[in-house]
Every structure is written in C-alpha cells, then in structure tokens.
C-alpha cells in the first residue's frame, strides 16, 4: 500500500513550483514589453508587475509559515528575500546608487541570518520531517475510514520498563531529533508536530505525544491540526492505535540495542 499519498506534502514543496511559475511568467512579461516596444518606444523590458508578485509571494509565505509554525525565523526570512525582490525596481528606476546599496545590505543581512540561526531551522527542519515520518508509517496498515477527529486521548497498549530505560529510550529520540521529550509526574511525553514548532512549547500537550506513564502504559494524543495533515480521513482509533504500535516497536529495537533499525524504519516510510 503506497502511504504518501495519504499524507499532504510538506510546505516546502511549495517553493520549487511556484518559482517555476513565476520564472515562466517573468520570460512571459519580458516577451510582451518587448513586443510593445515598437509601438510604445518608451516602454521599459523590466518585469515589475511579475517582480512585485514574486517579492510578495516571500512575504505571503513567510508570514503563513510564522503562524503554522510560531518560529520567527521563517517571518524574517521571507520579508528578507521579498524586500530584496522589491528593492530590484527602484533600484532600475533609478541612476543613485542608493537602492543598489540597499538590496546589497539586505542580502547580506539574510546571509548573516541564516548562517546565525542555521542551526534552529535545520533542527526544526528535522523535527518536521521525521514527524512527517511517523504519521506516514501509523498509516500504512489503515483503509480510509468516515471516522474523523475525537481529540481524546487513547490508551495503546502497555510496555515493561523502568523509567531510566523509558528516559534513555527518550533522549535517543530527541538526539535523532525524531521526538522532543517532557518528563511531567513520572511520565515520559515523546512530541511531535508538524504544525507548531517544537522549539519553542513548554508543555507536551501543546503537540501531539506518546506518553509511557509509570507503569509502563502507553497513551496517544494527537491534535487536530496534524490530524488534519492526512489527505483522507482514517479511522481516529486505529491511527491512535498504529502511532502507539509504531513507538512500541522503536522501544523494542531500543531494548534490544537496535537503534539503528529505528532510524531505517523511519527513512522507509
């Protein structure tokens, strides 16, 4: 059974694709005034309708990602690299060297950027990707299903550990940056999310979690808005079920010291 298809792409993917688009309809636009130019000798070849489109579509997507993820960093990145579009047209209007000035400290603004906060988007990067991962592998076994979102947490079954084991089985998944982990009351909360960033929470239940409670009893949450991430809609307890199968598993490889069969697993999905 093919599962990605079962699960909506990644934001991303996005990017390369419209950038196509508006690539071609900037050779587009450049066709055109070059066509007007004999009638209207003072029409210029400079795309600005198709360059304020594209300056635009960064800041559209910096702020839809800022609130999807609550990560600044995606906020500043699109209004860098939408002002520096938009600086290009003032910038040909214009003999001062003023806007040309200007796009150059704003490019290298964004490279100082992104070499400073490199590393909290490539965590977070991976963290998304591997949440990503984790839903595609609870899916692979369920039919789609009418039955959507309870929101109620779902009890999956049981394992046999002490809580240095359940602790050590938790900070490998957060050192592969596959799952943050909370200890609240004795109970070890495994978090995922690929919505709100998990960087920045300060408690599980603002992600979806695995929970191994004291006793060893495993408890899936997972909240509407990764839910909502599947293209189709599968049966609430059985994805519930799966996820808690999935982490069962990846606990077995941990005891057995398989830990490298977790991350083959994940890269298969």
């Known amino acids: 059974m093919k599962t990605r298809s079962k699960l909506k792409g990644p934001i991303g ?20 005034r070059y066509g007007l130019q004999q009638a209207y000798p003072g029409i210029t070849h400079y795309p600005y309708y198709m360059v304020i489109v594209f300056g635009l579509f960064f800041i559209v997507m910096g702020v839809f990602q800022y609130f999807r993820y609550e990560l600044w960093d995606y906020l500043v990145l699109g ?41 909290v988007l490539n965590v977070h990067e991976r963290y998304e990707s591997n949440a990503r991962r984790l839903l595609k592998l609870a899916v692979d076994t369920i039919d789609e299903s009418s039955d959507g979102y309870t929101g109620r947490p779902f009890p999956a079954g049981k394992v046999v550990a002490g809580k240095e084991e359940l602790l050590g089985f938790a900070r490998l998944m957060s050192g592969k940056n596959i799952t943050r982990f909370f200890l609240e009351n004795d109970t070890v909360f495994l978090c995922f999310s ?28 997972l909240t509407n808005a990764d839910y909502q991430q599947y293209s189709q809609t ?7 079920a799966s996820l808690g199968n999935v982490f069962i598993r990846f606990f077995g490889y941990y005891k057995q010291g398989l830990e490298e069969r977790i991350i083959t697993e994940l890269k298969s999905a």
């Not at 196509?20 to 050779?27: E, N, P, Q």
């Not at 214009?94 to 100082?112: D, I, Q």
């Not at 919505?195 to 300060?202: P, R, T």
């Open 79 to 119: 209004l860098f690299m939408g002002i520096g579009s938009l600086l290009t047209i003032p910038g040909h209007l214009y003999s001062t060297p003023v806007f040309k000035l200007l796009w150059f400290l704003n490019a290298v603004l964004l490279g100082l950027f992104v070499i400073v906060r490199w590393a």
């Open 234 to 240: 599968f049966n609430f307890n059985q994805l519930c």
């Open 13 to 32: 993917r996005v990017y390369p694709l419209a950038l196509m688009i508006l690539y071609l309809l900037i050779a587009v636009e450049i066709a055109i």
């Open 194 to 221: 690929l919505n709100k960033s998990l960087l920045l929470g300060s408690h599980p239940k603002e992600y979806s979690y695995i929970a191994f409670g004291p006793s060893g009893e495993v408890t899936v949450s």
